[in-house]
């Protein structure tokens, strides 16, 4: 006879499963009573990407057995990777192993995507998470995480992004304006967030412009063919995508690019076949945004027959919350109007991680007038009678 957990007194019985205790004995009358472990309940956990069950395409099935691959998980609550680790052996970098590391969604701040020339052949693309690094302790130096080799990558980059544009910016925006009315404002209570005012449900999305579907007269319809490398714009209620192609200008030095040009090619080779890793992004978020900065001069200074002799090495995929916008405009050239194209201006606040450019400019926009139309009534849901009327008021008080 023994007792079990309730107080009750169980023959043994040689024909129950036994188990083993912490001590290692058995405990063959708190078989039938142990309970099994309760079932992890996932149901709000909603995965945009899994490595290991993504379908692939043959050349990326075949990337994927030679390549070294790493393992990336990313769903509405988590992001799980492994990174390599590396280190100086004999005046080289040699990988050493592979750690597991993980980070709540939460602390993503920006995403975006990129296709190199051998990804686009694979249909395969690297997503680019940005993050805040005081949120992840265990590896909180790195301001951007990449997953490499993602199958279909710009429709993970646009599940993620719509996830993302939830986060609430118009209050943080009405406050900015209202500090340069003159308003007297206070700071924005990050405790908000608890009740909710932080995060907005969105159940629709509404798109005001689709650069890819929207239609053109002859001239904007030549102009845009997929051999010209055209940018990629989409405006929504909630968000603001657009991809640009990545551009080699050997002109820029004839002579060494011609010399390089073998070298630069199994570089490539080497990089894209190599450990998984990412041929997209530098570093740091910092040296992302010297960099764009710097192709910004540089594209301004090169002559029109320069910029002929481009040759597209990859794309980049990027997008930002509509509610960073606060103002807003129109522009059309006279070389502009045979197409009845124009470029629509976007005003925004500090709230894109990977490009810190306040002025953002949307251009080749069939019916321009039309489109700024209809985002400037979305602009205008933005309540600022108490900041004009604080203004005012503090103005009269000092007289």
Not at 61 to 78: D, E, F, L, Q
Request: proline share 6%; aromatic share 10%.
């Amino acid at each position: 006879m023994s007792v079990n957990p309730e107080g009750v007194e169980v023959p043994f019985d040689p024909g129950v499963e036994t188990e083993q205790s912490e001590s290692g004995l058995f405990s063959p009358s708190l078989a039938p009573y142990s309970k099994p472990p309760p079932p992890r309940d996932r149901s709000g956990e909603h995965v945009f990407y899994n490595s290991a069950v993504a379908s692939r395409s043959i050349c990326g099935r075949v990337h994927y057995c030679i390549s070294c691959p790493g393992w990336n998980k990313a769903t509405s609550m988590r992001t799980v990777y492994s990174r390599w680790e590396f280190s100086e052996c004999c005046c080289c970098t040699v990988p050493t192993g592979r750690q597991m590391d993980a980070f709540d969604a939460d602390i993503i701040v920006d995403i975006s995507a990129h296709q190199n020339l051998f990804q686009i052949c694979r249909g395969e693309g690297d997503i680019v998470l940005w993050r805040l690094a005081g949120g992840d302790l265990s590896h909180g130096g790195e301001l951007t995480m990449s997953m490499v080799d993602v199958p279909r990558p710009f429709q993970v980059f646009t599940e993620m992004t719509w996830e993302l544009a939830k986060m609430n910016l118009r209050d943080a925006v009405a406050l900015g304006l209202g500090r340069r009315m003159g308003a007297v404002v206070h700071g924005f209570d990050a405790r908000m967030g608890m009740e909710g005012a932080a995060e907005n449900a969105r159940t629709g999305e509404y798109t005001y412009y689709d650069s890819e579907t929207a239609r053109r007269n002859c001239c904007g319809f030549f102009g845009h063919f997929d051999c010209c490398f055209p940018p990629i714009y989409m405006i929504t209620t909630h968000r603001v995508l657009y991809v640009e192609w990545d551009v080699w200008y050997w002109c820029d030095n004839p002579i060494s690019s011609i010399l390089q040009c073998p070298w630069l090619v199994v570089r490539a080779v080497v990089r894209d076949c190599c450990c998984g890793l990412p041929g997209a992004v530098p570093a740091t978020g910092e040296e992302a945004t010297r960099q764009r900065a710097l192709n910004r001069v540089k594209n301004a200074e090169r002559s029109c027959l320069n910029r002929l002799c481009g040759c597209p090495v990859g794309r980049t995929a990027n997008f930002f919350d509509l509610d960073i916008v606060a103002d807003m405009g129109a522009h059309q050239s006279c070389t502009q109007m045979p197409a009845n194209e124009g470029d629509i201006l976007l005003y925004r606040l500090n709230g894109d991680a990977s490009e810190a450019l306040r002025l953002f400019k949307i251009t080749q926009v069939p019916e321009v007038f039309s489109v700024f139309d209809d985002l400037s009534y979305e602009m205008s849901k933005m309540d600022l009678k108490g900041f004009r009327q604080s203004s005012v008021a503090s103005t009269m008080v000092r007289g």
